[in-house]
């Protein structure tokens, strides 16, 4: 796929996405969006790439929704949808289209917002693993304000990340913020000088991948954002003795406890293609 509305770098195993329209603050546009997801497909199909980062060209992030389409149609793009239930495929959420293909990567997503963050740039972030910010950026869920309900899975994803009453805060009020209130919130990781951004996330992410197993990881990941919505903690411990069971006895594992034994480095080489990327015990529903 040939990238207009982005690019990417790869080195060191970590893929760089880069939103690059910064003519236009970075705004968010439905090729961005396909760019974007085609990018995490190419990261979490291939054994080169160790983690991702997300960041932004020029002095934002993501100033949100392009609210002047280069094509002249609808800017969420749904020209062809009529009546109120239409059929699902014509009005899907781009920003929730995105959002789920974060949700579903399974490398290490880290995002190094290097600027303001509105809309659905910021609620893009929320699946993210790691959120890293430009101190004094502006952050917004500014939707009410704007006459309409919040997107990108945002709903699900806040009240996960900041708790209830400070979604409700944000989300109801449309405020701007500043940035340092979304690190006191939990909503960042920490913040940085604008300059920096971008190298602290490529020194979390490598360590994060230093010394760990891609395939732990992917499973780790999975586990950390699934199994809190099961209603009981017997859930979380099928699913935690069955990896640890599959893992130890014929995937990564296999090495790892030998290595450490042995005081030498693992060989972790099971091939990411070998594991599944769909388990029983995680029901995705259909969307029809």
């Not at 690019?7 to 968010?28: C, G, M």
């Not at 934002?60 to 929704?65: I, P, T």
């Not at 395939?215 to 017997?234: D, E, G, T, Y």
Request: net charge negative.
């Amino acid at each position: 796929m040939d990238y207009k509305d982005i690019k990417t770098e790869l080195s060191e195993n970590i893929l760089t996405i880069t939103l690059n329209r910064p003519e236009r603050l970075n705004a968010f546009t439905l090729r961005m969006k396909d760019e974007v997801v085609h990018a995490l497909n190419y990261a979490d199909s291939t054994d080169e790439v160790r983690a991702v980062i997300v960041t932004g060209a020029g002095k934002v992030f993501c100033a949100g929704m392009e609210m002047e389409p280069e094509d002249g149609g609808n800017l969420f793009g749904y020209d062809d949808a009529e009546g109120m239930d239409p059929p699902l495929e014509q009005i899907r959420d781009s920003g929730g289209e995105l959002s789920l293909a974060i949700y579903q990567c399974r490398k290490p997503v880290i995002a190094a917002i290097n600027g303001a963050a509105v809309g659905v740039g910021i609620t893009m972030t929320l699946p993210m693993d790691i959120r890293l910010v430009a101190e004094n950026s502006k952050i917004g869920f500014v939707f009410t304000q704007r006459g309409i309900t919040p997107e990108a899975c945002s709903s699900w994803f806040l009240p996960r990340v900041v708790g209830m009453q400070k979604a409700l805060e944000w989300v109801i009020s449309g405020d701007i913020f500043m940035a340092e209130e979304g690190v006191e919130a939990g909503l960042f990781h920490s913040a940085h000088d604008k300059g920096e951004v971008l190298d602290v996330a490529r020194c979390m992410a490598r360590k994060m991948i230093a010394k760990s197993s891609p395939i732990a990881v992917a499973l780790a990941k999975q586990m950390l954002w699934r199994n809190p919505n099961f209603s009981h903690p017997a859930e979380a411990h099928v699913v935690e003795s069955k990896m640890i069971y599959w893992s130890n006895e014929f995937w990564d594992g296999k090495d790892g406890f030998t290595a450490f034994l042995e005081k030498r480095a693992p060989r972790f080489e099971t091939a990411m293609a070998d594991i599944p990327k769909q388990f029983d015990f995680w029901k995705e529903p259909e969307i029809e």
